[in-house]
């Protein structure tokens, strides 16, 4: 199974910073990865797949980049609604293997 | 709008078979490409690919659950159902159905159900 690793774990940061965290997998996959946003108490939901294209509705302050075994989920100027669970997915090869996730907490 | 909607047992005791639903509403698994998927996530929050069925019937299972799992699909139903054979209290947890969907040679999951919790206790 391909292994992806997220980092950090957890992240306080405050509205209107900048965050950045990292999906690592354990081998090549192109540009397959997706990430999702889950709020507590609630199903996970798509953010981005295709390691950079953003999914629609969602807005232009997230952004998704990498390729290979390295990516980034990057929010300029957090808001509120930001602070969540994110986890990325690999979609090379089954089986479809999730990231442990990021908790973005408000600091 | 598409929905999906996950029911089941709360509860089962070990070494008992599971037996979810999903009931979904706003497309066809008879159109060619689609798919619907099982995902389960742990109460520690982890997050585990389980299996996927295609529109054609085609299957794919996790390979470390596969001798446990069988997922089918009913389309004049609009339903998938997923068996979990040999429950353990490890395998509690929420479980989530969700479409598959690609564009090119990228595919997600999106939209997801709301999930069933299971309990796993005797």
């Known amino acids: 199974d391909i292994q992806m690793t997220q980092s950090p774990s957890s992240l306080s940061a405050s509205i209107g910073d900048r965050v950045t965290m990292t ?3 354990s081998q090549i996959i192109d540009t397959y990865v997706n990430w999702y ?3 507590p108490g609630k199903a996970p939901r798509l953010l981005i797949y295709g390691a950079s294209r953003l999914q629609g509705g969602d807005p232009s302050r997230i952004s998704g980049s990498g390729s290979g075994t ?6 300029s100027t957090l808001q509120s609604e930001d602070f969540a669970t ?3 997915q690999q979609s090379y090869k089954t089986p479809y293997t999730f990231g442990q996730g990021t908790k973005l907490e408000i600091k | 709008q598409i929905t999906l909607r996950e ?3 709360p509860l089962v005791k070990p070494t008992q078979t599971l037996t979810l639903t999903c009931t979904f509403s706003g497309f066809s698994l008879t159109t060619p490409g689609l798919a619907v998927g099982w995902i389960r996530q742990s109460p520690e929050k982890a997050l585990d690919w389980l299996a ?7 299957k794919r299972y996790n390979p ?3 001798s446990r799992l069988t997922i089918t699909k009913d389309t004049s139903k609009n339903q998938v159902v997923l068996t ?3 429950m353990d209290p490890l395998d509690s947890g929420t479980y989530y159905c969700a479409r598959r969907a690609w564009a090119g040679l990228d595919t997600w999951y999106e939209p997801w159900g709301q999930g069933t919790l299971v309990t796993v206790a005797s």
Request: net charge negative; hydrophobic share 30%.
């Open chain 2, 84 to 86: 979990m054979s040999n």
């Open chain 1, 86 to 88: 994110y986890y990325c």
């Open chain 1, 37 to 39: 946003k889950q709020e």
């Open chain 1, 23 to 25: 999906c690592r997998a």
């Open chain 1, 70 to 75: 390295d990516f980034t989920l990057t929010i």
């Open chain 2, 7 to 9: 029911s089941g047992p």
């Open chain 2, 64 to 66: 470390s659950l596969k």
């Open chain 2, 52 to 58: 996927l069925i295609y529109w054609d019937d085609d």
